[in-house]
């Protein structure tokens, strides 16, 4: 009995063992209630092939840490693409040429025949002006790309004209190493349609690059925040045309190192604005003083330094003051010793250490640079018949202003750093408007010595 009893036990526990192990794959779709009944009927009903999944089950085993190294060697390969999203794009693509230079086109938005008429009307003065100087600006007219005029007046600031053209050279050569080494050598550098970097190509250019071509570390990102407005389109040539006076001072302005004074510039000498009143140029400044204080008194005559009234220069003397020559705009504070009377100030962030100052260099007409303002030669000593012939008109001068005021103002007497203050430079140049531009050009060959 005891046997037969071990028997009907033993059989049990032999389906029972294997039932076990196939449970717990199973247990999903086979509930498990405890009873030996329920358990029994899940081997039955699986039979042998279960006992082969068994034999299969170790080499599944050891296929789960391949699948787990698997996952791991794809989460280390997703690592460098997360990192992915903090590297700056890759530079856009150049335009080409065509697509790149807008040009402004070499012609007037007004009839220069008429401004002439309209300032003669207001001062007959100007009619012997006229025939005595061309006005340049609007007379003389090219093409221009604004890009590069903005550029070039940019790497001008505070620095003499032949060191703004050496500089020009080299920046223009980082993106052609064919040209020239020298800019002597290169005659197309006078042309406005010779070879000038895209704003994409500066844009994408490091500091460092910038800086091997002369630039300081400012005017390197000065240039590359203008190619970047160009580039991306908060620039262009047909926004600055389309845009006013004070929009296009306001966009312009937004620049890093552009300031009023290159805006005027650049309105004046490459869009050739009409109406254009640089009321920080103190050179400007000098000249009216001149100009108003002959018309109402002729006991002041116009006066030069004496190599001025020299007409023999040697060429080494042209060269000095050539080189001593500074371009920007004017300062209210001039640096010792300079002349601020023909001042052209470079436009400055306040934190730079530099002030800009302003030479008397402008006695001679520099090698043009393209785009950067060639101001006209000082006028001899036989302007005075000419700024004598409107003298004792009965035209009052501006409230707060008197003979007296201009003449002690002319022996460098500022008013807050100034000869005169913007107010008093538009009340005093009201019947020049429209055209003030073209006045605005005599006035710098008006400035004394």
């Known amino acids: 009995m005891r046997f037969a009893f071990s028997r009907l036990r033993f059989p049990a526990l032999r389906f029972i063992m294997p039932v076990t192990r196939s449970a717990t794959r199973s247990v999903s779709s086979t509930p498990v209630g405890g009873s030996n009944k329920t358990t029994t009927m899940v081997p039955s009903a699986v039979g042998k092939p279960s006992k082969r999944k068994a034999a299969e089950e170790p080499p599944a085993a050891k296929k789960t840490p391949r699948a787990k190294k698997t996952k791991s060697s794809d989460e280390s ?18 335009q080409s040429e065509s697509e790149e230079k807008p040009l402004v086109p070499a012609a007037l ?78 005659s197309a550098s006078k042309s406005p349609t010779s070879f000038f970097p895209t704003p994409y190509q500066v844009a994408n250019t490091d500091i460092v690059t910038l800086k091997s071509a002369g630039l300081s570390t400012r005017k390197a990102e000065y240039v590359k925040d203008l190619a970047a407005r160009f580039a991306d389109g908060r620039l262009s040539t047909e926004k600055l045309l389309a845009a006013d006076d004070e929009g296009l001072a306001e966009m312009l302005i937004e620049v890093r190192g552009i300031g009023r004074w290159t805006v ?141 005021d201009l003449k002690s103002r002319l022996e460098r007497k500022k008013t807050k750093g100034v000869f005169l203050t913007p107010k008093e430079m538009e009340d005093l140049t009201a019947s020049w408007a429209p055209y003030r531009s073209l006045a605005v050009y005599y006035m710098w060959a008006l400035t004394e010595n």
Request: aromatic letters at 8%; a negative charge; hydrophobic letters at 35%.
């Open 264 to 404: 005027d510039m650049f309105a004046i000498f490459s869009l050739r604005r009409p109406n254009i009143l640089p009321v920080g140029d103190l050179g400007i400044q000098r000249g009216m003083l001149r100009w108003f204080l002959s018309r109402h008194s002729s006991k002041h005559t116009f006066t030069l330094s004496p190599h001025k009234l020299s007409g023999e220069k040697s060429n080494d003397d042209k060269a000095k003051r050539a080189s001593s020559g500074t371009m920007g705009p004017p300062s209210t504070t001039p640096a010792p010793k300079q002349n601020p009377g023909s001042q052209l100030t470079g436009d400055v962030e306040p934190d730079n250490e530099v002030l800009p100052t302003v030479s008397e260099s402008q006695s001679q007409t520099p090698v043009s640079i393209n785009s950067i303002p060639t101001l006209p030669e000082p006028f001899t000593p036989s302007i005075d018949k000419t700024l004598e012939a409107d003298a004792m008109n009965t035209e009052p001068l501006p409230e707060g202003l008197s003979v007296t």
């Open 109 to 186: 938005t007004f009839s220069f025949e008429e401004a002439k008429a309209h300032l003669i009307r207001a001062d007959h003065r100007f009619e012997d002006i006229f025939t005595k100087l061309k006005c340049k600006p609007f007379e003389l007219l090219e093409q221009v790309h604004p890009f590069r005029a903005l550029v070039e007046s940019i790497l001008a600031q505070q620095i003499s004209w032949l060191a703004a053209r050496s500089i020009t050279h080299r920046f223009t050569r980082l993106y052609d190493p064919s040209l020239p080494e020298k800019v002597a050598d290169y």
């Open 77 to 94: 390969a997703e690592t460098p693409l997360a990192s992915d999203a903090f590297i700056p794009p890759p530079p856009p693509p150049l």
